[in-house]
């Protein structure tokens, strides 16, 4: 249970960057990194998300919040440290994410009527 | 009225039947006359010329040297007894007298002869065989060799909880071994490899012995909870003539009555599910059968309860407005009772384990936690597929499926009008987040909708446009795509869904696939299966054996190019270790060079089309394949995925 006070501490302070204003980053590069530093094995190649990671994109936590969390993650994501990932690195694949484009709306797509 | 009298099988009575006893007898006065001729040699100094002529004559060692009569044609009897309808196997010498009988005495029909090219395929066929048709098929395995090939798919089926009935061949006296390979085809124990995770077995030493253990073993296979049984068929009682006079009796089978929950526990539970405001019922493997699923939703209706189904078995339809799966958080932090119904973990369903470095554990609910499970009643410990303990407030020891009628009826006694009105508005309520749920599963398959490789979201929307019109059974596992067909399709008959392994051993997909579209061939139905690539490279000959038999089944392949499962795990510990994850594909991946699916099918005769990368051709392709599933032929379509 004692690790249970930081990462909800951790969680707090990421809520409240939340209301930072975006940062900027190289979404080229960020996607490069994406693949690279596996982040699409759990949230999918287009940060879409499934049954391993949550959808990550495009609608992001603001960068410092994502920084935060992704040094200190809750669940099953393994923590990435400095020494494994930079925050430029981190802040390019912010970027990345960001760039997804928006989802195909289900009243305009027929295969996701009922 | 007069009982039928059992079947008894006198020799004389069985030769008959095979219509040949005089020429046995003829043969085993031969053997006789043959077996005297060295001492009447020894004694006479110079052989006399009908001594010469017995010795030399070759009608007398053919006549010896037959038997049209072996002990497998009634092993093979006491099988046809038991109703089976195929025998899956992959061909092995100490089991060839069963073989021979299957296909010659037996007529190869009921059962017949399914070539399998691997044990574990045959038994992982008989898994996915049993969860549609609700009984085991037979497996025939070398006792040694096979049985070790066998073993993962017995464990998964022992974890299932799913009868599967395998008869091991061995030769058991050493003196009658014929080669180096009958020696080291032999063992003293055949079913001792498999004894911690299979239900019961035997060795038999004779033929009555043989038709009394194989009637009991398949009772206690389809006694609930239901599991795997091993019987040993001895080679030299396969092979040898049924002995002279022998009056062998085949017993008659009567299944147990699955064990009902005590009545005053069912009363305790009634009551604490008619005062909770907010009930959750967790289905674990409720549905046995076929009435499974409508006993659940009539509970679940009366009650208006939320319904949190762990999908081990088809339990509950997934567009019915009490079906809350995909909200389980909320629905079981916001819950005042719990009832598990056989869920094999009680305890991950109402704690949430940390997945970090420091292993922790919280309780997700204050609710209070009752449970009807089968699993109490029969207990294994060397295997920990047990789960954590969970301490709950009411454990009833019994089969759910066969209590809940009682259940049901007590329920049903104590619900005033006043408590109807409370219910049907906590169901509306259930109701609106239900509708909620499915549409966001429909805003979240939107995401990467034209992504390459296909998401599968975009996979999961493009079969079910296929399908949603036919009468289908989706024969695999969906976590591995995420879930998706649980969350867009409707899934609302009882064999619309197998559920998954149970032990979670690899190679499972595509076997169990194959045991189910065999089984819903009689039926028409069309059995899908969305494949994973890494289970189907541990034995892909099973395709061929669907193509060898015309086993009607549509294979659409999940490949993403990887054990992705296990590039998940290796990334947390080189995370964990703080070593970065970029060398985490090392061993994992399943590339370099491409597997090619669509060839790999051909080359095994069937229809194989793609890879296709490209979702806008991924209809098509699945129209194309179908078309073949119709003419009652095995199809696939590769697919190149997301990971998830």
New interface residues.
Partial sequence: ?H??IPVFTLLIAAFVLNAQPPATGNPENGKRLFT???C???H??????????P?LGPKVMVLPAFLIYVRH?????????T???SDAALTDIHAYIRS?PP????AD?P???? | MRKPSPPRVDRRSFLRGAGAGAAVLATQNSVAQAQQAPAARAAAPVPAAHEVAAETSAPARVEAQTTEHPGADFMIQVLKSLGFEYVCANPGSSFRGLHESVVNFGGNQAPEFITCCHEESSVAMGHGYAKIEGRPLAVFAHGTVGLQHASMAIYNAYCDRVPVYIVLGNNLNAATRRSWVDWVHSVQDAAAMVRDYTKWDDAPASLQAFAESAVRAYKIAMTTPAMPVVLVADAQLQEDPIPEGADLRIPKLRLANPPQGDQQAVAEIARMLVAAENPVIVAGRVARTPVGMERLMELAEILQAAVVDTRLRMNFPTRHPLNQTDRRGPAIRDADLILGLDVSDFYGAVNDISQQLVYSSRRLTKARLVTIQSSDLYVKSNYQESQRYQEVDLSVAADSETTLPALIEAVRALLTADRKRALQERGAKLAEAHRAMFEQARADAGYAWDASPISTGRLCAELWAQIKNEDWCLASSPGFVSNWPFRLWKFDKPYHHIGSSGGAGIGYGAPAAVGAALANRKHGRLTVNIQSDGDLMYAPGVLWTAAHHRVPLLTVMHNNRAYHQEVMQVQIMANQHNRGIDRAYIGTRLDNPEISYAKLAQAFGMHGEGPISDPTDLGPALQRAIEVVRRGQPALVDVVTQPR
């Fill in positions: 249970m690790r249970a690279a530093v596996g699409y094995q759990c999918g190649r287009g940060a879409q998300g499934g049954a391993a990671g959808r993650p809750a669940g099953a994501m393994p923590p990435y440290t020494k494994v990932i997804m989802p195909a709306k289900p797509t295969l996701l009527n009922p």
